[in-house]
Structure formats: structure tokens, C-alpha cells
Antibody, heavy 119, light 109 residues
Framework: QVQLQQSGPGLVKPSQTLSLTCAIS??????????WNWIRQSPSRGLEWLGR?????????DYAVSVKSRITISPDTPKNQFSLHLNSVTPEDTAVYYC?????????WGQGTLVTVSS | EIVLTHSPGTLSLSPGERATLSCRAS???????LAWYQQKPGQAPRLLIY???SRATGIPDRFSGSGSGTDFTLTISRLEPEDFAVYFC??????????FGQGTKLEIK
């Protein structure tokens, strides 16, 4: 059974960097058949895919156009986890953030982290 | 970018009734790249249907998906009390990632 456990702060100041980590059990971040995603949800924007990383003999990264200049997703193979870093945040980045496994459909989700951007 | 539009926005039905939820895409979507999710308050979405019509593991057979091209449907044959939730469709766009619809809220009448 795959489980994704998220960790990270729930409050970030404007202009700073939002950082979250997703620890994987029951699968591997360097699996050749999975992709590891970050998705957020807010009342104003709904469910919004932010980006993903996956390993196919080398690491690949895809990012949503809306955040491409501000986002980094980093795999950590020794710890079997992956992280989200979103810089220069504004109150519009306030949302519930989810990590998730999926290539096409998303079959496993983390528990979600409410991140509020406020001074 | 492909936009997914749900109809209706809210659906009011009673337990035991049949629910039909629609998801329309702004351009053609490969059937293998269309999924449906259920979300309850305070929870992450749960995968119901992938590939437009295949049920995910553990999903009851009262849930079914159909459609192709730009029009897709999620049907719940006989509503159980636990089925009242928000339902989203999602499409996969290769390196463009996922897009999600805004959802249909299924509420008890």
C-alpha cells in the first residue's frame, strides 16, 4: 500500500519560499513507472497541478506554465521523498497543497497541507 | 490548455436515485487520459475512474464512466448516503500535466 506523508510549515510570509516535503512508503521515488506530483487546491483556482518529477534512466521535471519561473521539485532518493519549493509567494498562493503519485490518473494522494501566505 | 467544464454545478438527488454527471472538454481528449475523482470535505480527492471507463481498485460497481472526444459522463446507478460529495474530472496532457474541472457538487435533496 502506497502512503504519502507530507510535512512543512503552514504559514509563509509574502515574498518568501514555500517548502514542503512528501515522504513515500510502499513505492520508490526513482520508480520507472511512477511520477511524483504537487497539486494545490483553493476556492478561487480549484485543483491546480503545479509540477512533477519522474525517473526514466534520468530525472525529468515538468512544471505548470503558471508557476514555472518560481517552482522547483526535487527528488531525494536516499530518503525516498520529494520536495516542493515555490519562491516569491503572494497571498494568491494560499491553498491546500497535495503531493500525489500518478502518471495519468492520480492514484495516491498525501493528506494535504494548508499553507497560508500572510505577514 | 484544455478547459474542462462540469454540468450541472450542483445536483440535488435522494439516496437510491441515479446520478448523471457531465464533463465537457474544450478540445478532444484521449479517452485513456480522462479520470474522475470524488472529494469529501477535509479529504484529498479519491480516484474513481481512469481511462474514461475503468474503475479504480476498490470502487463499487455502481460507479461507471463513459464518453469520448469532448463529452464524458460519470454515472452513479443508485446513490448511497456516502456518495454525496464533490466530483471532478481530470485530463492528462503529457508534459503539460493535468487539468481539472471545477467539479459538480452532489447534494442530498
Amino acid at each position: 500500500q502506497v502512503q504519502l506523508q507530507q510535512s512543512g510549515p503552514g504559514l509563509v510570509k509574502p515574498s518568501q519560499t514555500l517548502s514542503l516535503t512528501c515522504a513515500i512508503s510502499g513505492d520508490s521515488v526513482s520508480s520507472n513507472s511512477a511520477a511524483w506530483n504537487w497539486i494545490r487546491q483553493s476556492p478561487s483556482r480549484g485543483l491546480e497541478w503545479l509540477g512533477r518529477t519522474y525517473y526514466r534512466s534520468m530525472w525529468y521535471f515538468d512544471y505548470a506554465v503558471s508557476v514555472k519561473s518560481r517552482i522547483t521539485i526535487s527528488p531525494d532518493t536516499p530518503k525516498n521523498q520529494f520536495s516542493l519549493h515555490l519562491n516569491s509567494v503572494t497571498p494568491e498562493d494560499t491553498a491546500v497543497y497535495y503531493c500525489a503519485r500518478g502518471i495519468e490518473a492520480v492514484d495516491y494522494w498525501g493528506q494535504g497541507t494548508l499553507v497560508t501566505v500572510s505577514s | 490548455e484544455i478547459v474542462l467544464t462540469h454540468s450541472p454545478g450542483t445536483l440535488s438527488l435522494s439516496p437510491g436515485e441515479r446520478a448523471t454527471l457531465s464533463c465537457r472538454a474544450s478540445q478532444s481528449v484521449s479517452s485513456s487520459h480522462l479520470a474522475w475523482y470524488q472529494q469529501k470535505p477535509g479529504q484529498a480527492p479519491r480516484l474513481l475512474i481512469y481511462g474514461a471507463s475503468s474503475r479504480a481498485t476498490g470502487i463499487p460497481d455502481r460507479f461507471s464512466g463513459s464518453g469520448s472526444g469532448t463529452d464524458f459522463t460519470l454515472t452513479i446507478s443508485r446513490l448511497e448516503p456516502e456518495d454525496f460529495a464533490v466530483y471532478f474530472c481530470q485530463q492528462y496532457g503529457s508534459s503539460l500535466g493535468y487539468t481539472f474541472g471545477q467539479g459538480t457538487k452532489l447534494e442530498i435533496k
